[in-house]
């Protein structure tokens, strides 16, 4: 059974960076699309970006554009998110997601853990 796990948040100051991390237990994750959700506290998932399979070409939500990269690394069966210029308003639980790349969160099945990212203003 394939599964997801997520590494790399934690507790960054405003303006600060962080990198997060989905590593897949097979290699199937390097033929689905890839996408990060998040959810504040109180609010619901929101997508935030994704990557297809098979050109890498990756989409962001307006909010993170210019800020994170999407990308990933077929060798090591991982997606990686890179939030730089962090904002307090980006703290939240940060989800990958592997399968058809839809910006709907129940679209998918196949889900990381989550990581919690806090941004200190």
């Known amino acids: 059974q394939v599964q997801l796990g997520q590494s790399g948040g934690g507790l960054v100051q405003a303006g600060g960076s962080l990198r997060l991390s989905c590593a897949a237990s097979g290699s199937i994750i390097n033929t689905l699309a890839v996408t990060w959700f998040r959810q504040a506290p109180g609010k619901e998932r929101e997508w935030v970006a994704v990557i297809s399979w098979y050109n890498n070409t990756s989409y962001y939500t307006d909010s993170v554009k210019g800020r994170f990269t999407i990308s990933r690394d077929n060798a090591k069966n991982a997606v990686y998110l890179q939030m730089n210029s962090l904002k307090p308003e980006d703290t939240a639980v940060y989800y990958c997601?592997?399968?058809?790349?839809?910006?709907?969160?129940?679209?998918?099945?196949?889900w990381g853990q989550g990581t919690l990212v806090t941004v200190s203003s």
């Open positions: 997601a592997a399968g058809s790349g839809s910006s709907r969160a129940d679209d998918y099945v196949l």
